[in-house]
């Protein structure tokens, strides 16, 4: 009977194999992550997919401070002329932008954008808090949602109005803005491989595909298991480029005025997406314990019978004392079989058992989500039994995901190499640098540059597209 339950509980997710987009849109659906609203590409977070962001929040929030960083907070409106203050970061954006065009009956006389991200009012604020070496660095974040005018949207993958966090910071020097641009993308790509189980290639954008504004973008990518790619945070050096326009100088120790050297970060509730399609299978989402919203749900078995529930309730105490974010299911509405399926179906790293057989043997049954493998752990040492399990799970769920990166990137080294190969992976191959051939493998293979290691140890001496001398190494794939 629980077999056939299952099937007839997960029958509605499409198979990977079958249709790789719509399994993730069936997940993201059937897990009450979001919903949509009335407004074109904009969703509401749901509880279970609020907290998941919140655990990400809060994780990351804490890296943020340890590594000297504030939170702020800025306004959402953001006057027209600031936004025209740098020529490529206007032009980067301008497409995407929403405006303000009255406020209650009056026309305004200077339109309001939407932000699409803050630097030009940070860029703003900093000019006028920045006036002596003394002030520097300031090291700012702020939490807030931004919205861009996508023409496609895909719940979490790329919506008009999203969730994330965007650090801003000014410093003296240009080595003091590069050593920060650097230190927050090893934050970032700590934060997914430590936290959320997903493995990334660090590395240099191309000028192409840099940040407007920016000198120089580096990003964090992520191998989804389609094999293509998924940008997951990008962190930008932006030089002198906004201090500039934006006036943001300071009067050096030697007395003289200099301009500031600014850098930007950021990562999204695309996060979610990612720990979607990097760990999902037809059973649903597959969370890693780190920012699972309940690391483990305790579902009694037989409750009507004696001790059933008290001993479910001493576990739940025993769970949660030990700091872990657990869930006792006492519905009686539903059947164990049911509730088996719908914890699948969430995520939840692990199962406990606890019927009247346990009980008789002073264990609980123990399932793990990432490989459905049952266990039997001492009542008396559960909590700790639970931990120890959830520890092996985390990394569990990394090698796995990092296996199938490896096995899925390969190095090309011709052009026929590298369109077969971006069907379904990464293609490491030499480029010559040139923009020319970037745009032509886009336009033929529907692959981009994702970026550059910092191991540029060459696999050839060629470009892969045009056959000049290169010597650059880098990532090309298909992308979300």
Known sequence: MAKEKKQEFVQHITPRDENFSQWYTDVVTQTDLMDYTPVRGCMALKPYGNRIWELIHEQLDKMFKDTGHENVSMPMLIPESLLLKEADHVEGFAPEVAWVTQGGTEKLQERLAVRPTSETIFCTMFSKWVQSY??????????CSVMRWEKTTRPFLRTAEFWWQEGHTVHATAEEAEEETQMMLNV???????????????GQKSDKEKFAGARATYSVEAMMQDGKALQAGTSHNFG???AVPFEIQYLSKDGKLEYCHETSWGVSTRLIGAI??????????KLPPMIAPFQAVILPIAAHKGGVMEKCGEAFSALKAAGIRVKLDDRDNVSPGWKFNEWELKGVPVRVEIGPKDIENGVATVMRRDTFEKTAIPLDSLAEGVNALLADIQQNMYRIADEFRLAHTKDVHNYEELKAQVDGGYARAMWCGDQKCEDKIKEETAATSRNMPFDQTPIGDTCVCC??????????????
């Not at 003394?134 to 939490?143: A, E, S, V």
């Not at 979607?276 to 989402?285: A, C, F, K, N, V």
């Open 134 to 143: 003394r002030d520097l660095p300031l090291k700012y974040n702020q939490w």
């Open 188 to 202: 970032y790509k700590t934060f997914c491989e430590k936290n959320l189980a997903i493995p990334v290639f660090a």
């Open 240 to 242: 002198t480029n906004f």
């Open 276 to 285: 979607i399609m990097t760990h999902g299978d037809e059973r649903g989402l």
């Open 467 to 480: 056959g000049r001398k290169a010597s650059k190494v880098m990532y090309f794939a298909k992308a979300y």
